[in-house]
């Protein structure tokens, strides 16, 4: 009696210190899975991260300088529109809207050539933008066809975010003629206005 009772003792230690050594090594064989898992995605995490970083840098800079381009030529048109229907002061409102649109363009995208002649070009806008904005019909067409002169210099460096025509009226200005610019082949001559509406044609496509 007094052996069985050693043996089951015995027995008793055994399977606990069994237990207990398979415990552990689960425990062990867990953390590594877990600390595996955890590193790996991890690192696919960090991949990603860099990748989305680099791709937010290497987005080129167009689109901006797309939008800023897209708002004077907005303008602008506004402002040949205006001419077209005889009405000074929309045009006088757009030209104070030029005035704005051509304070705010950021030239800094672009090469240092390109923005020493973008300087020089949208401050000759500018100045004609401020005199529509307060000048009568005659003077306003004038400053326009000299502003529609320096539109076309700045496109030739900026491109346009959409297709434009370069048209032109031979009669305006002593027989001089006369360039503007449009969205659309269809001659509204902003120099003569309703009274020789479509005086003019298409010179070229920008």
Known sequence: ?????????????????????????NNEEGNVDHSGMDHENMSEGSEMMEDGEQTSEEMPGSENQDSQTGIIINDYLELKDALVA??????????????????????????????????????????????????????????????????VDMLAITGSPETLYQQFCPMY???????????????????????MLSCGEVQKEI
């Open 86 to 151: 005889d009405n000074s002061e929309g045009a006088a409102q757009a030209g104070e809207s030029l005035v704005t649109a051509f304070e705010n363009f950021d030239r800094s995208g672009y090469e240092a050539a390109e923005q020493q002649e973008l300087t020089e070009i949208i401050e000759s806008a500018k100045e004609h933008a401020d005199h529509i904005s307060y000048s009568d019909m005659a003077h306003q067409r004038e400053h326009f066809e000299l502003m529609s002169i320096d539109m």
């Open 173 to 195: 200005n002593d027989n001089k003629g006369g360039i503007w610019l449009s969205t659309s082949e269809e001659i509204r001559n902003p120099y003569f206005g309703q009274s």
């Open 1 to 25: 009696m007094k052996n069985l009772k050693v043996n089951l003792g015995i027995a008793m230690l055994v399977i606990a210190s069994l237990t207990a050594v398979s415990c552990k090594n």
